[in-house]
């Protein structure tokens, strides 16, 4: 069972553009969600992360959007840099006593920003 | 060092071999994770420790597998009898939490195992 869906797949953006990415969940207990970034050959790293209580977070160039009643949440990532090209993971997670606050991730976005 | 280290970093094993991947979290890290990740897919559960007690194995996908933490730091993740589905990334991620936080994981390298 997929209980987060994300899009797209991948995204090609030009340097100093608007890269937008979504994800969509089905679990209405989870309430923590974070982005992870991924090189190639490397482990996934936090990005950014929000609880439902608020509907947008930003943090430097990044800022997640988050709509409780549709179930979405997106990453923008504003003037977009080569350096970002990487793979980009939503997750969510929801606190229970037996296992901690294991993550169920998306699928993922290549990211490729063009100079 | 300061991060969530794993060896071997690559694994080739023939199928039917048994296999032990390790994982040195970050010292102090009460919480310890092990996830799966195929080939252009996110990452997937597989279980979770907090400090030496295996309080959730629900992600193992057969009883091939088998993880342990017996003094709550280093864990190991054994395959037995490899098969190729097994192929993957293997990731071990550790945090600070404790139960009822959300303490960020912080994520190793990963062992990329192929079986052939």
């Known amino acids: 069972q997929q209980q987060v869906k994300q899009s797209p797949q991948s995204l090609i953006v030009q340097k100093g553009g608007i890269s937008i990415i979504n994800c969509a969940y089905e679990n209405t207990a989870f309430d923590y969600f974070p982005w992870y970034q991924q090189f190639p050959g490397k482990g996934p790293a936090l990005l950014i992360a929000i609880r439902p209580d608020v509907s947008e977070k930003k943090e430097g160039r990044f800022t997640i959007s988050f709509n409780k009643s549709a179930k979405q949440f997106s990453l923008h990532i504003m003037d977009s840099q080569p350096g970002d090209s990487a793979t980009y993971f939503c997750a969510a997670s929801k606190n229970r006593e037996t296992s901690g606050s294991r993550l169920t991730f998306g699928e993922g976005t290549q990211l490729t920003v063009n100079p | 060092g300061a991060g969530v280290s794993q060896s071997p970093r690559y694994k080739v094993a023939k199928r039917g071999q048994d296999v032990a991947l390790r994982c040195d979290p970050i010292s102090g890290h009460v919480s310890l994770f092990w996830y799966q990740q195929a080939l252009g897919q996110g990452p997937e559960f597989l279980t979770y420790?907090?400090?030496?007690?295996?309080?959730?194995k629900s992600g193992l996908p057969s009883d091939r597998f088998f993880a342990e933490r017996p003094e709550g730091s280093v864990s190991t993740l054994k395959i037995q009898r490899t098969q190729q589905e097994d192929s993957a990334v293997y990731l071990c991620a550790s945090s600070l939490a404790r139960v009822l936080s959300y303490n960020e994981q912080f994520f190793g390298p990963g062992t990329r195992l192929t079986v052939l």
């Open positions: 420790f907090q400090n030496e007690a295996q309080l959730d």
